[in-house]
């Protein structure tokens, strides 16, 4: 080969590695400047879009496993977590869509750091193959109301069933006592006592159906304090008499509530009735009310058995009662105070207890004070 051909031929190399280390350069530049600028990787066309304005949580996840674009909601959720999915079955299932490029849905439980753990449903589907598009829905708060819905439905079938078969055998206990006058007239009694008890449970599973789930008072009106307590008063004074307790009127007279006037009452009888119905014989319960801070404060005082420690939080429960061997004797439903909790969030207000085992227990329903002259015109 000619010194010539060799200069050229070295020359040609020479440019060629200058223009592929310029080139090389050139490409680490622009890497570098597209991390600098956060640039993401090219999503398939419209999903940055449709991501930005989604309200549900959802994020694309690339074939390392890294979140390469995230919903706002899905960010605020806690999917998202250093740059991956936060939840280890959710990565998995997307790992699988991966795979096999078929869409999946599932259920999945999520802990929190503080709290019950959320239920939520996830949907998974390819993008691309390289992306997959993960939807989370929250469901926590649908699945706690069908575990309570389906409690509900099974805790009012037992309660109805007692009364219920109660009238029954009482009633062929007076088909066969037809002769006997006396055990007529005590099947009978009994039959009125258990009817009454079963009218009573329709009643407020009724009253409960009415509140609508919490929801606020479409239209309100002034309720004045003063009839609401004396109207419960006087429906509980046969069973108070009956067992000489006396119920007592007390407090600041003349004040009003805005709120829905047969709600209110039925939130108050239920507190005046347990009242009578745990107090001993020849004691004394008081309701009295008072104005504090732009509430009224409705307060039932008795000095009836009390409530344990530990069972405080639980005795607005629907159903629930702390002694359930006693319900009997006091004709109790377990759906009183569950409808004075419901009637005091209706109307933005709340209801207390304090209590002690053996002294007494003190409700008090606290609720939004009205002046009459603001529905004056």
């Known amino acids: 080969m000619s010194p010539t051909t060799q200069a050229f031929l070295a020359a040609l190399i ?7 280390a310029v080139l090389a350069w050139h490409v ?6 597209a991390a600098i600028r956060g640039d993401e990787p090219a999503l398939p066309a419209g999903v940055a879009t449709v991501l930005s304005v989604l309200r549900s949580s959802a994020v694309v996840v690339d074939d390392a496993d890294d979140v390469v674009k995230a919903s706002a909601p899905a960010l605020a959720f806690g999917l998202v977590r250093g740059g991956r999915l936060g939840s280890p ?4 299932l997307v790992r699988q869509v991966r795979r096999d490029g078929e869409i999946r849905e599932t259920e999945l439980t999520m802990p929190r750091p503080s709290g019950l753990p959320r239920t939520v449903t996830a949907r998974v ?3 691309s193959s390289r992306f997959v598009l993960a939807l989370v829905e929250d469901r926590t708060r649908e699945r706690r109301v069908e575990a309570v819905r389906r409690d509900f439905v099974a805790n009012v079938s037992h309660e109805l069933k007692t009364p219920v078969g109660a009238i029954k055998l009482l009633a062929e206990a007076v088909a066969d006592a037809s ?6 007239e005590r099947f009978a009694t009994r039959m009125t006592t258990e009817s009454d008890r079963l009218s009573r449970l329709v009643q407020q599973i009724i009253e409960l159906s009415r509140l609508q789930g919490d929801e606020p008072l479409e239209a309100a009106s002034i309720v004045d304090v003063d009839d609401v307590v004396k109207r419960s008063v006087d429906i509980t004074v046969t069973d108070a008499t009956s067992r000489n307790i006396s119920v007592v009127r007390g407090g ?3 004040l009003t509530v805005l709120g829905n006037e047969e709600q209110v009452s039925a939130a108050v009888t239920n507190l005046v009735a347990n009242a009578v119905a745990y107090s001993g014989d020849d ?3 008081l309701v009295s009310t008072k104005p504090n801070d732009g509430m009224v404060e409705i307060s039932v005082v008795d000095q009836g058995i009390g409530i344990p420690h530990d069972e405080l939080d639980r005795i607005f429960e629907r159903f629930y009662r702390v002694d359930p061997a006693r319900h009997r004797s006091t004709g109790g439903t377990g759906l009183g105070l569950s409808i004075v909790k419901h009637v005091a969030a209706t109307h933005g207000g709340d209801v207390r207890v304090w209590s002690l085992e053996g002294q007494g227990s003190t409700f008090t329903l606290s609720l939004p004070r009205s002046e009459p002259e603001e529905f004056t015109a």
């Open 125 to 127: 589907a390819p993008l």
């Open 14 to 20: 020479g440019a060629v590695v200058a223009g592929g």
């Open 283 to 285: 004691s004394t319960v």
């Open 179 to 184: 002769d006997d006058p006396q055990a007529v």
């Open 89 to 92: 079955e959710l990565a998995d």
């Open 28 to 33: 680490s530049q622009r890497q570098q400047e």
């Open 252 to 254: 600041t007279p003349g």
